[in-house]
Every structure is written in structure tokens, then in C-alpha cells.
């Protein structure tokens, strides 16, 4: 559970891929397709911005912890 906020900015990265380039084109070969994400690739990391958390990791395990006891108590396990 503890990389589950990784995975997140992971999948949101791909969905701002999808959104910003992905659904605007018009690919007529997996080649075309794999250009343009490479291309995208480039221009985001030519400008690219460093992550940074807006919360401590005592407030993430904190909140992380209160979700799996209730899941605990959602399964029974408690």
C-alpha cells in the first residue's frame, strides 16, 4: 500500500499522455503511435517540474493506516 501514491502520480502521468497527445492524434501504425508518445516524452521533460509532496509522511501513514483499520472492519478482521 505504501507505493500506492507513486502509482497514482504514475497513472495520472499516463493519463495527461492519453488526454494531451494520445486523443488529439491520428495514428495509421504502432510506429506513428509510439513517435508521437516519444515526441510528447520530450517536450514534457524539456520543461520538466520536480514533485513535490504537500504532505508530511507522518500525515500519509497517519491517513493510510485509518484506511486499512477500516477495511479491517469492513472484512470482519476486526
Known sequence: MGS???L???ERFFAEIT???IRRGSFDSVDDLEEAIYDYLLFHN???KPFVW???AENILTRERRA??????IRGNR
Open 4 to 6: 500506492s501514491s507513486w
Open 8 to 10: 497514482n502520480m504514475v
Open 19 to 21: 488526454n494531451r497527445r
Open 46 to 48: 524539456a520543461k520538466a
Open 54 to 56: 504537500t504532505k508530511s
Open 68 to 73: 486499512l483499520d477500516a477495511l479491517d472492519e
